[in-house]
Nanobody, 122 residues
Framework: QVQLVESGGGLVQPGGSLRLSCGASGDILDINVMGWYRQAPGKERELVAVFSRTGSTNYADSVKDRFTISGGSAKNTVHLQMNSLNAEDTAVYYC????????????????WGNGTQVTVSS
């Protein structure tokens, strides 16, 4: 059973910062890609940033130069540092993991966390 658990969401004023964290648990040896998507009310879920086990990263244009994704010091964790937040960043943020090396086999399914709310408002 694979679980992704997010933390770090909340309410922040425009221009402020938040740091999201996600940890994957279960019979996982390694993960190819971890990242974050978000979904604002009335909008589709969209990519925010992803991080691969090789260290490469990819960001949505709307968050480049403001958000930084990184692997955590603990295995199978990922962080998202969000700076200069604005109202358009308000959304539920979902942790994502894909390409899991399990005990003896490769799992190509995608897994999602339950989401953490980020609200940017004065």
């Amino acid at each position: 059973q694979v679980q992704l658990v997010e933390s770090g969401g909340g309410l922040v004023q425009p221009g402020g910062s938040l740091r999201l964290s996600c940890g994957a648990s279960g019979d996982i040896l390694d993960i190819n890609v971890m990242g974050w998507y978000r979904q604002a009310p009335g909008k589709e879920r969209e990519l925010v940033a992803v991080f691969s086990r090789t260290g490469s990263t990819n960001y949505a244009d709307s968050v480049k130069d403001r958000f930084t994704i990184s692997g955590g010091s603990a295995k199978n964790t990922v962080h998202l540092q969000m700076n200069s937040l604005n109202a358009e960043d308000t959304a539920v943020y979902y942790c994502y993991a894909a390409g899991l090396w399990r005990d003896g086999w490769f799992d190509n399914m995608a897994y999602w966390g339950n989401g953490t709310q980020v609200t940017v408002s004065s």
